[in-house]
Nanobody, 114 residues
């Protein structure tokens, strides 16, 4: 069965960087869509970045555009989220998803920016 495992979260100061990883297993299709969502306490869940692993096409929410970069390593079935110039408002639980309708979710990794 499909599993997604995120890693790389932590606590950093504003202006610093973090890189999140999401490793997928149990995938039978070599071309798929993976995305990162985040949710802060008291706020709605927000889709912030998406990549089509076949074409490499990407999408970013305005809130992270120019600061975050989504990338992939197809050989490792892993998607990364490079987060630069972090702000306090980026504090949230970050989760990756698989599939165009986000059918599969990881458990999430906490990012705290102070």
């Amino acid at each position: 069965h499909v599993q997604l495992v995120e890693s790389g979260g932590g606590s950093v100061r504003a202006g610093q960087s973090l890189r999140l990883s999401c490793e997928a297993s149990g995938i039978t299709n070599s071309q798929f869509c993976m995305a990162w969502f985040r949710q802060a306490p008291g706020k709605e869940r927000e889709g912030i970045a998406r990549i089509a692993t076949g074409s490499g096409n990407t999408y970013y929410a305005d809130s992270v555009k120019g600061r975050f970069t989504i990338s992939q390593d197809n050989a490792k079935n892993t998607v990364y989220l490079q987060m630069d110039s972090l702000k306090s408002e980026d504090t949230a639980l970050y989760a990756c998803t698989l599939g165009p309708m986000a059918a599969y979710w990881g458990q999430g990794t906490q990012v705290t920016v102070s």
